[in-house]
């Protein structure tokens, strides 16, 4: 066997199938051992809170059937990885996604595992997932303690300290999403109130711009409205900004990142949103440790998810597994859908900390 045609059987035998389950869209594509999406694999479908549970099923499965019609001949699916909204029962494989009403506790990996019989499926928060993505081969290589946070329908995050992934017991540890704000009070599909989803979320900026005047609908919208310089469009970005900047900044005094790895499409709803968002830390003039980490683009929103697969329960060392060869009994694979930002995408902050102001 020539080493081209060994290389082709290896990447052939690693082949994962991720599932990104969120509140607007199921996405599913097939992912080599190096993180990168096989092209033409990838299918979507609509989720959204309007679906019944039905529904919701048939879209999953759907896209599945789609993506597994895209397997190459004599590929063997070492393993099918789902990354999920939250909340979920990771144990059981459980999942009660805030922003999808129809879905309860709903076993969401049973309903992948049936359709591939004899396959490992492993099911985690979309928030870890994302940040071992950018652990892996995204904005946080090189780090070992990193937050990931993903700002789009909602907000989620997680979290990686000392290298080990923070899941917590029931696997909903990095809901930054739904740490509070002080002096902010919107209501909070969670039940509490000033949380940062409740007020820096794309569909919840929109609300409050519209809530003061204006009359846009979508987040495109808002970003379009910002450009041109609309005034409460440019109220929206920075009140999201300073609402995601307190708590980053209290996720930092909590457990002292080196890195905060930023994405999902709301992110991207203007430049500025990065300058309030370091203006924030900045305001805890006396903890230099706190204003040190830096952020960065993330993969999510550009890498949509990454889906982990393995044969087994999934907890402490898996980013060993990670870093490590490939094995035919733990895998990880993420899901890659276009491009990772390229470097001056990058947002760092100067910071008076000799160490965080290395170049990223
Ligand atoms: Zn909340």
């Given at each position: 066997?020539?080493?081209?045609?060994?290389?082709?059987?290896?990447?052939?035998?690693?082949?994962?199938?991720?599932?990104?389950?969120?509140?607007?869209?199921?996405?599913?594509?097939?992912?080599?051992h190096t993180g990168s999406l096989i092209p033409g694999t990838r299918f979507r479908q609509t989720t959204g809170p309007q679906k019944?549970?039905?529904?919701?099923?048939?879209?999953?499965?759907?896209?599945?059937?789609?993506?597994?019609?895209?397997?190459?001949?004599?590929?063997?699916?070492?393993?099918?990885?789902?990354?999920?909204?939250?909340?979920?029962?990771?144990?059981?494989?459980?999942?009660?996604?805030?922003?999808?009403?129809?879905?309860?506790?709903?076993?969401?990996?049973?309903?992948?595992?049936?359709?591939?019989?004899?396959?490992?499926?492993?099911?985690?928060?979309?928030?870890?997932?994302?940040?071992?993505?950018?652990?892996?081969?995204?904005?946080?290589r090189g780090y070992n303690n990193v937050m990931g946070m993903v700002v789009s329908t909602g907000i989620g995050g997680g979290l990686?300290?000392?290298?080990?992934?923070?899941?917590?017991?029931?696997?909903?540890?990095?809901?930054?999403?739904?740490?509070?704000?002080?002096?902010?009070?919107?209501?909070?599909?969670?039940?509490?109130?000033?949380?940062?989803?409740?007020?820096?979320?794309?569909?919840?900026?929109?609300?409050?711009?519209?809530?003061?005047?204006?009359?846009?609908?979508?987040?495109?919208?808002?970003?379009?409205?910002?450009?041109?310089?609309?005034?409460?469009?440019?109220?929206?970005?920075?009140?999201?900004?300073?609402?995601?900047?307190?708590?980053?900044?209290?996720?930092?005094?909590?457990?002292?990142?080196?890195?905060?790895?930023?994405?999902?499409?709301?992110?991207?709803?203007?430049?500025?949103?990065?300058?309030?968002?370091?203006?924030?830390?900045?305001?805890?003039?006396?903890?230099?440790?706190?204003?040190?980490?830096?952020?960065?683009?993330?993969?999510?929103?550009?890498?949509?998810?990454?889906?982990?697969?393995?044969?087994?329960?999934?907890?402490?060392?898996?980013?060993?597994?990670?870093?490590?060869?490939?094995?035919?009994?733990?895998?990880?694979?993420?899901?890659?859908?276009?491009?990772?930002?390229?470097?001056?995408?990058?947002?760092?902050?100067?910071?008076?900390?000799?160490?965080?102001?290395?170049?990223?």
């Open positions: 066997m020539s080493i081209g045609t060994f290389r082709r059987y290896a990447v052939l035998m690693t082949i994962a199938l991720a599932v990104d389950f969120g509140g607007t869209k199921v996405e599913t594509a097939l992912v080599d019944t549970e039905t529904e919701l099923a048939q879209s999953v499965t759907t896209s599945i059937e789609q993506t597994l019609a895209t397997l190459p001949a004599g590929a063997e699916l070492l393993g099918a990885g789902i990354g999920t909204a939250g909340p979920i029962n990771e144990a059981d494989g459980l999942v009660s996604p805030l922003n999808v009403q129809a879905w309860r506790a709903y076993p969401l990996r049973d309903l992948v595992a049936a359709q591939l019989p004899g396959v490992p499926v492993t099911l985690r928060m979309d928030g870890l997932c994302i940040t071992l993505a950018d652990h892996w081969v995204g904005a946080a990686i300290l000392h290298g080990n992934t923070v899941s917590g017991p029931t696997g909903n540890a990095g809901h930054i999403g739904h740490v509070e704000v002080a002096g902010f009070d919107d209501p909070c599909a969670c039940g509490g109130s000033g949380c940062v989803e409740a007020i820096a979320s794309g569909p919840n900026s929109v609300k409050w711009a519209r809530n003061q005047g204006w009359d846009g609908n979508t987040g495109e919208e808002l970003s379009a409205s910002h450009r041109s310089g609309d005034p409460v469009a440019v109220r929206a970005v920075e009140r999201a900004g300073r609402a995601i900047g307190h708590a980053i900044a209290s996720a930092t005094a909590l457990v002292d990142l080196e890195l905060v790895a930023i994405g999902g499409g709301f992110s991207h709803v203007a430049p500025e949103l990065f300058d309030h968002i370091r203006a924030t830390i900045a305001e805890r003039t006396e903890f230099t440790f706190a204003r040190s980490p830096r952020r960065r683009r993330g993969l999510s929103g550009h890498w949509r998810a990454a889906s982990l697969a393995n044969s087994s329960s999934m907890n402490f060392g898996l980013l060993k597994a990670i870093a490590g060869p490939i094995q035919a009994a733990v895998t990880t694979m993420i899901m890659t859908i276009e491009t990772v930002h390229p470097p001056e995408m990058s947002c760092r902050i100067p910071t008076s900390s000799g160490t965080a102001a290395a170049t990223a």
